[in-house]
């Protein structure tokens, strides 16, 4: 037994393509997936906007917008909002070519935005001009409200004092002393989605080791296998030495591909490392009991054999977000049952409800839907690899 | 022409694998171009936001929510354990607001209560949030002076109709240029990977030893049976490029045809010429047959990512876009954003463009060059 075990362990070590596709691809990709998102998120945040403002009579006359938009642009307020250029029309148009700005304002008898054309700047842009509309109007509306219900009683004596009074009253209202509290979840980096998705194809491809490893033992497959079949060792210990050898090689893989994601690509897998390791162990289960299946259940080449656990786990892994993140919940929104016998997404699912959630039933959900694949596959591979018989190979 | 004969008796040889390939290429390529409808006027970004209403829906709650509807998509999400939570994890929410119960009394109290609200704290979440504070704030302002519902309302919504006049400058219809970017971005991978895939296939049936060794000691020179070969693989590139030209057509429709179409088409052209002595190289390059499929995902998903095919380009980090301009796909993807902002077509506006295309041309020019002094060298050094 710890002779197979020992050869098994040579044999797959030394096959150039297997340790390819289950080793270095993975890191490979996962490299690729971190330079590409890395910003993404970054991208996605609130950021100062470029803007212009055409410096005409009118502006210059307009004291409340002047004030609001040197509030909105000074570089101490932690809350700046606008990057603004003082420009004649003709500059700001040509900043507005040259994409320098998102778009310009210009005041004449009422402020006017001109912009490229759609997206969520310029949006941004025209809401907070409109606020800054809004908040004159209130003052409007305010005095008017005031001046109805005071001017009988003559309380007013100076015009101009009462709207700066109720102007002050306006601008002391500070954002804090509206009560809205953020109770959303610290982990909302999606893009983790995609390295749990990687980490699914590795545990799926896996399986390739499996396989090759089982083909090795199978007498239709090669010589090899037709002397290791006619050996007096019972078939039971080759199986089981064979499949932990395949077991180990796999896990070393799994490992080097942790060690790579945490150190080098910080990647945040959650807290808890006990969980993660048996996720992992689980995982790894499953992607090899795929792979001995696959391997008994088909008879062909080993290339074909190959070839569908690739395309199999590729389909899978495109199902729980690989090349869209929203993938998985489209398809966990509409058809739940897909993503809930796919490997791929069992196992994204439990590292994103690991990152993302604080209890664990989700999680418990998806490792004990893992052991159920792995052994439905097991109980399979198993009847197949009894009492094989050939006539002729 | 016999180079070219047995090159089409390993192509149809191998029609099945070819043809699953460019199938699955194909699938995320049209999977990857997502419909949008097409304007050119002005239209509100509006963030996807989600309300949980714990109280009577009417008076002031039931404007704010009218409000809030007005200007952004509210979703409806049943509230069932995990769902509120993933829709905003994978962004098909962008703020959740949580009304509490007895919010209007309290409001109209003074109690000033609370509202509770999930975030994803992008760009449209914070478009959201002002949409809400901006509502509040009105709103308490407002309240301090009229104490009458009813009245607060009319204020209110007569403050919050305020609208900036816009006017936009682009006659460009956005959306479908998008569309088409995004599709002929995408190519980029669907391309170099069908080339260099069956490219070296095929000339790795080539390279066998027993057909190698015949071919050299043939009379036929070096460089004429390069020739021969890289034009019987144009062939190869030339149907694929079509296919893909084709399709853009269905799935994008008359847009295709508009100069920025064309400028397009034209350049995946070039591109696809590049893709093609790429693979021509690798494939001489190449002496393992079971290394084909890496090479293809290493080269073709490594210049999609790094070039910005799956991601925007402006997303990507500084450096990766430093390390991309080795790479053609750079070049390519680069002109498809520079097209994509072109107003007016005329020699001056497209000189980047040109600039790029023929960078392109060069890289072609190196791959063929390389090409025949690599397989010049092999011959004289492994088969003396």
């Known amino acids: 037994m710890r002779h197979n075990f020992k050869y098994t362990l040579k044999i797959l070590f030394q096959n150039k393509a297997l340790i390819f596709w289950t080793f270095a691809f993975p890191i490979i990709l996962g490299t690729f997936f971190n330079m590409a998102f890395s910003d993404i998120e970054k991208n996605e945040k609130l950021a100062i906007i470029d803007v212009a403002v055409v410096k005409n009579e009118k502006f210059e006359n307009d004291e409340f917008l002047k004030n609001a938009l040197k509030i909105l642009s000074d570089k101490k307020n932690k809350d700046q909002l606008f990057n603004i250029e003082y420009v004649n029309q003709k500059q700001a148009k040509k900043l507005l070519v040259e994409d320098k700005i998102t778009g310009y304002l210009i005041v004449t008898n009422k402020p006017k935005i001109v912009i490229k054309s759609n997206g969520i700047n310029e949006t941004i842009f025209k809401y907070i001009i409109e606020e800054i509309t809004t908040t004159k109007k209130m003052v409007n509306i305010i005095a008017n409200n005031r001046l109805y219900k005071e001017i009988p009683t003559n309380k007013i004596s100076n015009i101009e004092n009462f709207y700066t009074s109720i102007y002050k009253k306006i601008l002391s209202l500070k954002d804090e002393s509206i009560n809205i509290k953020d109770i959303s979840n610290k982990n909302l980096s999606y893009t983790m989605i995609e390295f749990y998705t990687l980490i699914a194809m590795a545990c799926l491809y896996g399986g390739i080791i499996g396989m090759t490893a089982i083909n090795n033992n199978l007498p239709n497959m090669s010589n090899k296998g037709k002397r290791i079949a006619i050996s007096s060792i019972p078939k039971k210990k080759l199986l089981l030495s064979t499949v932990a050898a395949s077991y180990l090689v796999q896990l070393i893989g799994l490992i080097l591909l942790f060690i790579y994601t945490i150190f080098i690509l910080k990647i945040d897998y959650g807290d808890n490392i006990f969980l993660i390791i048996l996720l992992s162990l689980v995982s790894s289960l499953a992607g090899l009991s795929l792979g001995i299946t696959v391997s008994c259940l088909i008879k062909s080449s080993e290339n074909t054999k190959t070839g569908i656990i690739l395309a199999l786990t590729m389909f899978c892994c495109f199902l729980s977000g690989m090349m869209g993140i929203t993938m998985k919940y489209i398809i966990d929104k509409n058809i739940p049952l897909l993503n809930k016998i796919n490997p791929a997404s069992m196992i994204t699912d439990g590292f994103y409800s690991l990152y993302y959630y604080d209890t664990l039933s989700r999680y418990t959900k998806n490792i004990i839907s893992l052991l159920i694949f792995s052994i439905i596959l097991l109980v399979i591979a198993t009847f197949c690899l009894r009492r094989q018989k050939y006539d002729n190979i | ?384």
């Not at chain 2, 009394?105 to 003074?110: P, Q, W």
């Not at chain 2, 509502?135 to 309240?143: N, W």
């Open chain 2, 1 to 384: 022409m016999i180079i070219f004969k047995t090159f089409l008796k390993i192509l149809l040889k191998n029609k099945f694998i070819i043809i699953t390939y460019t199938a699955i290429l194909i699938f995320f390529g049209c999977f990857n171009t997502q419909t949008n409808d097409n304007t050119t006027n002005f239209s509100a970004t509006k963030p996807d936001i989600l309300i949980i209403n714990k109280d009577e829906n009417k008076g002031l709650t039931k404007d704010l929510i009218t409000y809030l509807n007005k200007n952004s998509n509210i979703k409806k999400i049943p509230d069932k354990k995990y769902s509120l939570d993933d829709a905003l994890f994978y962004r098909d929410v962008n703020y959740i607001i949580y009304i509490p119960k007895d919010f209007r009394e309290d409001f109209l109290a003074n109690k000033n209560p609370q509202i509770k609200i999930k975030s994803t704290k992008d760009y449209q979440a914070s478009l959201a949030e002002m949409m809400l504070k901006r509502y509040l704030k009105t709103a308490t302002i407002y309240h301090s002076e009229i104490p009458n519902e009813k009245d607060l309302l009319e204020s209110i919504n007569s403050t919050l109709k305020v609208s900036t006049q816009i006017q936009m400058t682009t006659k460009l219809n956005t959306n479908s240029l998008n569309k088409m970017i995004s599709y002929y971005n995408f190519a980029n991978y669907s391309i170099l990977a069908g080339c260099v895939y069956v490219i070296c296939l095929i000339l790795s049936s080539f390279k066998e030893k027993s057909i190698r060794k015949r071919t050299i000691i043939s009379s036929l020179k070096s460089s004429t049976y390069n020739l021969n070969l890289l034009l019987s693989n144009s062939l190869f590139a030339l149907i694929l490029w079509i296919f893909y030209v084709i399709l853009s057509i269905i799935l994008v429709g008359n847009a295709m045809f508009t100069p920025h179409g064309i400028l397009l088409i034209i350049n995946s052209f070039i591109f696809t010429l590049c893709a093609l002595t790429l693979a021509f190289f690798i494939g001489t390059l190449l002496s393992n047959k079971n290394a084909i499929n890496g090479i293809v995902n290493v080269i073709a998903l490594g210049s999609s990512f790094l070039c910005g095919s799956f991601v925007p380009i402006e997303y990507l980090p500084k450096s990766v876009t430093q390390i991309a301009h080795i790479l053609p796909s750079y070049y390519y993807i680069k002109n498809n954003e520079l097209i994509k902002k072109i107003e007016i077509i005329n020699l001056k506006t497209i000189n980047e463009v040109l600039i790029n295309g023929i960078i392109l041309i060069i890289f072609i020019l190196i791959f063929i060059l390389l090409t025949n002094i690599i397989s010049k060298k092999r011959r004289d050094f492994s088969y003396q």
